[in-house]
């Protein structure tokens, strides 16, 4: 399991591990600065790239999925939508507002 905390949640409990235990600060704060170096420039606009196709990809057949729901005369709702689209029902939950308006 992976959880999110904030820099100042993290040095607190850097503090606590500092006062019990030294090999076990210096060994999360290896991994720490591991991640941190391993956020390039190129890696960050190379996933923000990656993610707009999907999610342009998603549109399109979410929008393509209603044209053909609206031709075949059929109820067009999410969950249809997401079958005729072939992508998985939360996916198409975020495009709610759109489809519920055609």
Do not use: G, W
């Not at 999110?4 to 076990?24: C, P, R, V």
């Not at 170096?37 to 999925?65: E, G, P």
């Amino acid at each position: 399991m992976r959880i999110t905390i904030s820099n100042n949640e993290f040095y607190e409990l850097q503090k606590i591990l500092a006062q019990n235990d030294m090999s076990l600060y210096n060994r999360i704060n290896e991994e720490f600065q591991k991640s941190i170096q391993s956020k390039t420039k190129k890696k960050i606009k190379a996933t923000q790239k990656a993610n707009k196709a999907k999610k342009d990809k998603s549109k399109k057949a979410v929008l393509n999925a209603v044209n053909i729901l609206r031709l075949e005369n059929k109820n067009i709702t999410v969950y249809s939508v997401a079958k005729m689209a072939e992508i998985s029902y939360n996916t198409a939950k975020k495009y709610k507002d759109f489809i519920l308006a055609q």
